[in-house]
Nanobody, 124 residues
Framework: QVHLAESGGGLVQPGGSLTLSCAAS????????IAWFRQAPGKEREAVSC????????WYVDSVKGRFTMSEDTASNSVYLRMNNLNSEDTAVYYC?????????????????WGQGTQVTVSS
């Protein structure tokens, strides 16, 4: 049974940094595409970053390029999202999700397993 568990969220000041973690179980990371999504209050859930199962390349939404870094650790079967230079528009609940498709897809409905989410709040 696939299970994803996020951690690492919290309150951070503008310009600060956080690292989110997603521990995966029930499958091996290298065989599935895995992504980070976020959902701010009153907004739709959006894809933030993704690692494809086909070639393990990483994709980022334009708004986080140069600030966020997604990585994976096959030994612990976990993925991470390092977030630097955070601003108020990054405030959201962050989710990790996995998809059986070989390349990254941005629409949430393609992803069949989700974690419970972790809150990130950027505020002074």
């Amino acid at each position: 049974q696939v299970h994803l568990a996020e951690s690492g969220g919290g309150l951070v000041q503008p310009g600060g940094s956080l690292t989110l973690s997603c521990a995966a179980s029930g499958f091996t990371l290298g065989f599935r595409t895995i992504a980070w999504f976020r959902q701010a209050p009153g907004k739709e859930r959006e894809a933030v970053s993704c690692i494809s199962s086909s070639d393990r390349r990483t994709w980022y939404v334009d708004s986080v390029k140069g600030r966020f870094t997604m990585s994976e650790d096959t030994a612990s079967n976990s993925v991470y999202l390092r977030m630097n230079n955070l601003n108020s528009e990054d405030t959201a609940v962050y989710y990790c999700a996995t998809d059986s498709y070989a390349v990254c897809r941005q629409a949430p409905h393609w992803y069949d397993s989700w974690g419970q989410g972790t809150q990130v709040t950027v505020s002074s």
